[in-house]
């Protein structure tokens, strides 16, 4: 029995024009970075490429089909595979997964260069980067985001990378905690969730979790086990 509810394709398009404006007018993407999907019966819609997602016109929002095939709209973002991927993966703990969102935020792209600098005087290879992007810092983002695994710096567009975030989706799920985001090392974050709105909300929480962890750096504390498992009981935080 299935548990997904596609959201009608005219409203998607409007949600995602709305969600757009919102996140370059409050400074969450800028230029032309970014990009949003959301999933319908018939395929998905992506912003288009070198889109600007605070100028973004529902008519021009590119539609493709369930095989990925340009069908209407301009010419489709070139992360569409890595969108579609996610959703794949993500749909086995979250049967309601719709919408993808990819930023370059300012906060958390910061913390991905700090820890791709601290690999590089180690001596670490990019290749075997195995860590998350935050701590457990606050309580909201313990139960509104969770772990954010961060993965290994890829080019923008390159296909390798469409395998290792579905991999890593699939382990935390094993795991028994799965994801609602990854963080693309130096590029910027990828959350989903049911709804355009959604996918915003956590999106703003991972960012400001970032923001809060450059603040406080290097005296910031994490939260206790014993908090964690509060959560766990009493907000059914996945963690």
């Not at 288009?48 to 997602?53: E, F, I, K, N, S």
Request: hydrophobic share 40%.
């Amino acid at each position: 029995m299935s548990l997904i509810n596609f959201m009608d394709e005219n409203l998607a398009r409007q949600e995602i024009c709305r969600v757009g404006k919102s996140l370059f007018e409050r400074g969450y993407v800028h230029s032309s970075a970014g990009n949003i999907s959301v999933r319908l019966t018939d395929g998905f819609l992506i912003t288009p490429t070198d889109a600007v997602l605070g100028f973004l016109d529902p008519a021009r929002i590119s539609k493709v089909d369930i095989n990925g095939n340009h069908i209407s709209g301009d010419k489709p973002s070139k992360t569409l595979a890595l969108h579609q991927a996610i959703v794949s993966s993500a749909l086995h703990s979250y049967p309601c997964t719709s919408c993808v969102i990819h930023t370059h935020s300012t906060y958390c792209v910061a913390l991905s260069i700090q820890a791709s600098a601290r690999n590089s005087e180690s001596g670490e290879h990019s290749g075997q980067l195995h860590q998350e992007l935050l701590p457990p810092i606050t309580p909201y983002f313990v139960m509104k985001v969770g772990h954010v695994p961060h993965i290994p710096y890829r080019r923008p567009g390159d296909t390798k990378v469409v395998r290792e975030v579905s991999d890593v989706i699939a382990r935390y799920a094993q795991k028994g905690t799965p994801i609602r985001s990854i963080m693309l090392s130096v590029l910027g974050p990828m959350v989903w969730h049911d709804t355009p709105a959604k996918a915003m909300a956590t999106l703003e929480e991972l960012e400001e979790s970032a923001k809060l962890t450059l603040l406080t750096s290097p005296g910031f504390s994490r939260l206790q086990d014993s908090q964690i498992q509060e959560l766990r009981e009493v907000f059914k935080a996945v963690w």
